[in-house]
């Protein structure tokens, strides 16, 4: 078996506890615009999708560009909170492991919400955002860019482990032969994981 050189992160519901959060800003704001709130069931349906495909997905008519800037000003105001564990944890891997990120969060929002827990971006050295790509999880082909920049530092990819917490997370890193960890902080269940065939152990 070869030994894991690399960490990969997911950032929501890996890092950062996100969902209870978010589920509550999409509703202030949908309800500041006067659309109908979604259930938690509906969310949770979307959730793991980038904001613009999840919320197209609730109120398909929908002017994103008001949307988003109602709904930023409501999620700035919340602070989203580290995982007890997660600045810990990333100051003992960083000696250890080359550290990257994989996010379906914007250029524009990932710094803006790790600035509020004040965990600093050095501690990665690839990071990719969903602004930089058109592919986004499940599809498998997501990971290409970011795996390019470890393969060419001479890291292959089985070599390289990614940690996140929603079936799509899985779904994209198993097809490029990626080791996964599917952590239990988000929205899926550990029968999920298995389901789709992450090894128990």
Known sequence: KMKIKAIIFDVDDTLINTSESAFVNMNKAAGLLKLKKITKEQFLKHWGHTTDKMISSHWPNLDMK?????????????????????????????GKFVLGI??????????????????????????????????????PKVFEPILNKFNKIGIKNEEILYIGD??????????????????????TKKEDFINLGVNPG
């Open 66 to 94: 008001k949307f988003n800037n109602i709904y930023n000003q409501v999620a700035y105001t919340n602070i989203y909170p580290l995982f007890n564990g997660a600045r810990e944890a990333l100051e003992y891997l960083k």
């Open 102 to 139: 994989l996010t379906s969060r914007t250029s524009i929002t990932l710094p803006k919400r790790l600035k509020q827990v004040n965990l600093s971006l050095d501690y990665f050295k690839f990071i990719q955002y969903a602004d930089e790509t058109d592919i986004h999880k499940p599809n």
């Open 166 to 187: 929603h079936l799509y997370d899985a779904k994209a890193a198993l097809p490029n032969n990626l080791n996964f960890l599917g952590v239990l902080s988000g929205t």
